[in-house]
């Protein structure tokens, strides 16, 4: 059963430079209690992809195709209607907890609002749910705490009352963009155990969007690989570190200080100026003839492994 | 907090010091010699040298002027700020009897201006980009350029002697009070208007919005619980900057509408060189900002939970 299931999905928007095409047809599908990876380097449109899901970009951006949560299409919901689906059915969780939080807030007011909002409960029963959620992502003294202000918690804290945030009204599914990032690395590792208990306790299905393999690898069940604009490789994620097929993929790979930190040669291409055919045929090593006029397609290569890649095809 | 306050009360101690001692060089930063210069004034003629000599006698001008400075400062804080030359009271009298009209000139036009900015710039930014915005703006940037007199001159042309439906000056009644206090708050209501329209469209592209907007608010909710108490900051420091555009404002509305409070009697003691009247206006003036700057402060704990003062 898939909570989510995105089709042909572009997200384009012009800024002053030119039209920016940060997701170029993507096809995803998340299952029930699924936690899928979506990694790729800074710039890759990952995070727009992800904000496309609850609606979140700015009103000047085109987003085509289908975004299916449950079977309904979440593109063609009114405002008000997908108002009652953020925070409730999907919620998310950002990166940088210091500028996602209300500075002017309550740590309390601000965990509490979704429990008011989607639940209808009193304030002080807000509350009370607020104090429960900080004890579940692990605060001390959260009868306390809730009454603090974002500056007054620490880095790991304060990723933990987004996390709190967010699972407040048991969502279906959780858009995480990477949480984990600025953390110290023994944070990250604290942090990174208690989405995967927390997940794995109330059933929520995860969109895990990060650059971080060591994070992917720990928390996603698949991974899906995306080089600027789209979907390169997409695979569980045993198969995805033991047997990477594309060669972005191997490349991303092999940079890792575990696996001989070799950096990745040219850079990644920017979203207004794609290249044509394989996006990724400039920095490719194996790259034919047939790479830069045709644009590659999907292709399944067995063990629900996919690859976009003419090598494969 | 009280410590703080405590603090900052004390530090009024050396700053009205030093303004005693910049407003008591009035006297001599003034081009000609003072005791001349208040005889001629008061004779209606020019003074015999043993006149001059007299007066400076009289009223200790011959002393070294550190020791002038200390009695001067020593009557002060006895209350005493001396006698007008020009209507011979008290100067502390004098100020007080006018202090009420200009207060209410003071509070009514900074109401009106706070009252019309806010709403505006919130609808302006809201709705940016919008005809309201565009004209909201447009109003507000003329607003801005206007000088204060040159409008106070218009509106009494407008609505007192072509419309006939205000008085054009004097002191009295409500009716009295709206065109003052409109060519005073103009400027000030289109600066703040501008400010807030600013601010709260940069907060509205904060990351912590977008994070509202995740959990499902709705915009209303977005702007008046989220948005509006941060973006309302920087439009505090500047409300409390205006306070002093204000005053120097009130100098000259007060003089064009007849108002009879602090300000026109200090046009009128300037141009009759009163000066233990205009050493007072400028002690009267830095303890209005110490007290302004003071009070916005102390408004921006309530605003913003990461300032603390120790």
Request: with cysteine; net charge neutral; charged share 20%.
């Amino acid at each position: 059963m898939t909570v989510l299931s995105i089709r042909g999905l572009k997200v384009y928007f012009s800024t002053e430079d030119g039209i920016v095409k940060a997701v170029n047809g993507v096809d995803l599908d998340i299952g029930e209690n699924e936690t899928l990876g979506l990694i790729g380097e800074t710039g890759c449109g990952k995070t727009v992809l992800g904000l496309s899901i609850l609606r979140l970009l700015s009103e000047n951006t085109v987003v085509e195709g289908e975004i299916l949560y449950r079977g309904m299409d979440l593109l063609k919901l009114s405002e008000e209607e997908m108002r009652k689906i953020r925070g409730k059915e999907i919620a998310m969780i950002f990166q940088n907890a210091l500028t996602s939080m209300n500075p002017v807030l309550t740590v309390g007011t601000q965990v509490s609002e979704p429990f008011e909002l989607h639940h209808g409960l009193r304030r002080r029963d807000a509350l009370m749910k607020a104090i429960e959620m900080l004890k579940l992502v692990r605060i001390s003294s959260p009868s306390e705490r809730v009454k603090e202000y974002p500056h007054e918690f620490s880095g790991g804290m304060r990723q933990r009352a987004m996390i709190a945030m967010g699972l407040a009204c048991e969502p279906s599914l959780i858009i995480a963009d990477e949480p984990t990032t600025g953390l110290d690395v023994t944070i990250q590792a604290q942090v990174v155990e208690l989405m995967k208990e927390l997940t794995m306790r109330s059933r929520t299905s995860m969109l895990l969007i990060t650059h971080d393999l060591g994070v992917a690898a720990e928390l996603c069940d698949n991974i899906a690989v995306m080089y600027p604009g789209e979907i390169v490789e997409y695979a569980n994620t045993v198969e995805i570190f033991k047997n990477p097929k594309h060669p972005y993929t191997q490349g991303f790979l092999d940079s890792l200080p575990g696996r001989g930190l070799k950096p990745m040669e040219g850079m990644s291409p920017s979203l207004i100026n794609l290249p044509e055919g394989c996006k990724f045929h400039p920095r490719c090593p194996f790259a034919l003839e047939r790479c830069k006029r045709e644009h590659p397609r999907m292709v399944e290569i067995g063990n629900n492994h996919q690859v976009r890649c003419f090598l494969y095809d | 907090m009280k410590r703080y306050i405590a603090k900052r009360l004390l530090l009024l101690i050396p700053i009205m010091l030093g303004a005693s001692m910049l407003s008591y060089s009035i006297l001599y930063l003034a081009p000609g010699d003072p005791a001349e210069l208040m005889l001629e004034r008061q004779l209606q003629g020019v003074p015999t040298q043993e006149q001059i000599e007299a007066f400076k006698e009289e009223h200790g001008l011959n002393a070294p002027i550190p020791i002038q400075f200390a009695n001067w400062l020593y009557r002060i804080l006895h209350g005493d700020f001396g006698i007008s030359l020009r209507t011979e009271k008290p100067v502390l009298t004098e100020y007080l009897n006018r202090f009420p009209a200009s207060l209410v000139l003071f509070l009514m036009s900074q109401t009106l201006s706070i009252a019309i900015a806010i709403p505006l710039g919130i609808i302006s930014a809201v709705k940016h980009n919008s005809e309201i915005d565009h004209l909201s703006r447009f109003v507000a940037m003329i607003g801005v350029s206007v000088p204060n007199f040159w409008l106070g001159l218009l509106l009494i042309l407008f609505f007192a002697v072509y419309l006939g439906w205000l008085p054009a000056f004097g002191y009295g009644g409500f009716a009295h009070l709206i065109l003052p206090a409109l060519a005073l708050g103009v400027s000030g209501c289109a600066s703040i208007m501008r400010l807030m329209r600013a601010s709260l469209l940069d907060v509205l592209n904060q990351d912590y919005i977008r994070t509202a907007r995740a959990k499902g608010l709705c915009e209303r909710a977005i702007i008046v619980k989220h948005a509006l108490k941060n973006a309302l900051i920087p439009v505090v420091t500047v409300i409390g900057l205006h306070i002093g555009h204000l005053i120097s404002g009130m100098v000259i509305i007060e003089t064009i509408f007849a108002w009879p409070g602090v300000g026109r009697f200090l046009v009128e003691s300037i141009h009759a060189r009163d000066f233990p009247v205009i050493q007072g206006f400028v002690l009267l003036i830095a303890m209005i900002f110490v007290f302004s700057n003071l009070i916005v402060d102390i408004s921006y704990t309530y605003l913003d939970p990461r300032i603390r003062y120790e």
